[in-house]
């Protein structure tokens, strides 16, 4: 059985970083497509990036280009979501799960197959 869980979060300053993990088992994730996606209050799911296996393709929604990097740990089967310069529009509660995709590209669109976790809250407020 394939599971994804989320740890990590908390609560920060504006300009403030923080790092996210997922852990998973079930799979590698040196051989899967995973994707993290947070979903702020009242609001639909909006993914935020992916990446790819083997060498990892990744990619990004617009609006966490150039301040979030999203990276694998073979070794311990995770992948983090390094978040620098967060923003008050970055709060909500974030999720990991595996993507759709072509090849070793990831789709930021979570895949059909997995449910959602319970995810980690990320506050950003001054």
């Known amino acids: 059985q394939v599971q994804l869980v989320e740890s990590g979060g908390g609560s920060v300053q504006p300009g403030g970083s923080l790092r996210l993990f997922c852990a998973v088992s079930?799979?590698?994730?040196?051989?899967?497509?995973i994707g993290w996606f947070r979903q702020a209050p009242g609001k639909d799911h909006e993914a935020v990036a992916c990446i790819g296996p083997g060498a990892g393709w990744a990619g990004y929604a617009e609006s966490v280009k150039d301040r979030f990097a999203i990276r694998r740990d073979d070794a311990e089967n995770t992948v983090f979501l390094q978040m620098n310069n967060l923003e008050p529009e970055d709060t909500a509660v974030y999720y990991c799960?595996?993507?759709?995709?072509?090849?070793?590209?990831?789709?930021?669109?979570?895949?059909?197959?997995?449910?959602w976790g319970q995810g980690t809250q990320v506050t950003v407020s001054p």
């Open positions: 079930g799979v590698t994730v040196e051989s899967s497509h």
């Open positions: 799960a595996r993507t759709t995709s072509r090849g070793d590209r990831c789709f930021l669109v979570k895949a059909d197959n997995d449910p």
